[in-house]
């Protein structure tokens, strides 16, 4: 089935269906809010909500380098199965908590489960789609992100018609069943092989296993690639994670209808920029060895005065306005980060290089996530989302200057 010429675009569907549901169990708690409160009385606090939200983030964060590491030496397919029924398996627990304590619990134990997917996952495509698709395979999987980010605002619809806790063991048990689907039909495919020494002491395979990570943070151009990654993220989980909030408090509009409106927004217009982000930087690449490059830059670009527009916006036309250019150019950035990563990193190393992108991205989204928790109950939430846009502007500077590859694809160097 591996060598039918349709099989790497099976792949894309597989996994798409994997990070839909990677998005909405953690997506999904950030409207549920209002009717979690009634039975939950501590997330009555903003601060206490944004620890609930930061803690999946630095859990994240910190596990991502590890599950890189590991998808670069082991099966990719079996972590992605395991990633899918733990982290699904945790979604259905946190329908029966009943404490915020276990909701922290969870909540952290599903930062680690869907650590293991994404930087996994990625590598998996990038191996099966080499030439000229490759942004566009990773576009078309990346649309399973931001519409699961959309399904993940009608948690608040859901549990308002039902409860919060049905909504969480529905999409929970989703995600259990679909993994026996992967078990069926998902196929590992290296773009090298790795050769174990049977005789080598603990100490030396421990190390071996991290000999990738000291290459790439040896690479100037792949702490360029650091920076590009995570000073976006300030913004983008700033929006995504405080968007319905920042809705319903400046406008008075009900979380009910804030929480879908602003998450379906920002996805929807992100999917677009995703496939029109794909599109551009693979045509672009038959021009010129930057055209990724230039694309992500384009992107970034769009996401500065949608920032501005969030921050001073007093009307819904405007605020949705900055939250639709946001997301397309959010999405245009976003589906050229691994490609992009594929030309400096040999493919034995891209899953680590992922991952650390990820526990710099996202560590940087935990640090935003808890401070705009302050803000909220400050009062100061507009504002401070608005000053973010100063990051996105010194990542798109140093992208230009110093990120010039010499390769589209580099290539595996102990082959």
């Known amino acids: 089935m591996t060598e039918r010429k349709s099989y790497p675009w099976l792949v894309v569907g597989l996994l798409w269906f994997v990070v839909l549901l990677n998005y909405i169990d953690r997506q999904m708690l950030s409207t549920m809010k209002p009717s979690m409160m009634a039975d939950i009385a501590e997330l009555q606090s903003a601060a206490n909500f944004g620890r609930l939200m930061a803690i999946f983030l630095w ?11 590991i998808a670069d030496r082991l099966n990719r397919k079996w972590l992605i199965v395991f990633s899918l029924f733990v982290w699904s398996g945790v979604t259905c627990l946190m329908g029966f908590a009943t404490t915020f304590r276990q909701l922290y619990i969870l909540r952290a134990v599903m930062g680690i489960s869907e650590a293991f997917y994404m930087p996994a ?19 078309i999987h990346m649309t399973g992100n931001y519409l699961g980010q959309a399904l993940g605002g009608f948690g608040a619809t859901i549990a308002g018609n039902f409860s919060w806790q049905a909504t969480f063991f529905s999409f929970g048990l989703a995600g259990l069943l679909y993994s026996f689907v992967l078990i069926a039909f998902l196929r590992e495919k290296k773009a090298y092989s790795i050769v174990r020494d049977a005789s080598a002491s603990v100490f030396q395979r421990f190390k071996e296993s991290f000999r990738g990570m000291g290459i790439l943070l040896g690479s100037i ?3 360029v690639i650091l920076f590009y990654f995570s000073a976006p993220s300030l913004p983008g989980w700033a929006t995504k994670n405080w968007l319905p909030t920042l809705l319903s408090t400046s406008l008075g509009i009900r979380m009910e209808v804030a929480g879908p409106l602003s998450t379906i927004t920002i996805a929807l217009s992100a999917l677009v920029g995703v496939l029109a982000g794909g599109i551009a930087a693979d045509r672009w690449m038959q021009s010129t060895l930057r055209g990724r490059i230039y694309t992500g830059a384009i992107g970034l670009g769009l996401t500065i005065p949608a920032v501005i527009l969030l921050g001073t916006g007093d009307t819904l036309p405007r605020l949705l306005g900055g939250a639709a250019c946001f997301g397309f150019g959010f999405g245009m950035f976003d589906v050229n980060c691994m490609p992009i990563l594929c030309q400096f990193a040999s493919p034995r190393y891209r899953a680590t290089g992922y991952g650390l992108m990820n526990l710099a991205g996202i560590s940087s989204g935990a640090v935003i996530t808890s401070f705009l928790g302050k803000s909220a109950d ?36 102990k082959k």
Do not use: C
């Open 59 to 69: 859990v994240y964060a910190f596990m991502s380098p590890v599950s890189g590491i």
């Open 121 to 139: 996952g990625l590598a998996l495509i990038a191996d099966y789609h080499e030439g000229k698709s490759r942004s566009l395979a990773i576009g």
């Open 221 to 223: 151009p792949f702490w």
């Open 378 to 413: 400050s009062g100061n939430l507009a504002r401070d989302i608005a000053f973010l846009s100063v990051f996105v502007v010194a990542a798109i500077i140093l992208q230009l200057l110093l990120l010039r590859p010499v390769t589209s694809n580099l290539t595996d160097d």
